[in-house]
Nanobody, 126 residues
């Protein structure tokens, strides 16, 4: 059974940076596409970023493009979300997810992901 554990969330001022980590245990994530999603209070969970199995391809939500990146280190079985120029509207619980579909493809839909972490809170103060 795959377990994904996020870390790195916290409280930061607007304009600041945070790096979230998502580590896998149980089975390797190295051959799968990974994604980050977020859910703000009272809102639906939304796509943030995705990366294919070898890091050659990435995609981002328009709201984070140019500010967030999603690198991965397969040797460490870890995917990251580097968040720069944070805004109060980035406040949410952030979830990483693993897709068991074809690893060379990028996925942005919640239903394309099979395993989810427990989430980590990111709060951006104005």
């Amino acid at each position: 059974q795959v377990q994904l554990v996020e870390s790195g969330g916290g409280l930061v001022q607007a304009g600041g940076s945070l790096r979230l980590s998502c580590a896998a245990s149980g089975r390797t994530l190295n051959i799968y596409s990974m994604g980050w999603f977020r859910q703000a209070p009272g809102k639906e969970r939304e796509f943030v970023a995705s990366i294919n199995w070898n890091g050659a391809s990435t995609s981002y939500a328009d709201s984070v493009k140019g500010r967030f990146t999603i690198p991965r280190d397969n040797a460490k079985e870890t995917v990251y979300l580097q968040m720069n120029s944070l805004k109060p509207e980035d406040t949410a619980i952030y979830y990483c997810a693993e897709s068991r579909l074809y690893g060379s493809t990028l996925y942005e839909a919640i239903e394309d992901y099979d395993y989810w972490g427990q989430g980590t809170q990111v709060t951006v103060s104005s």
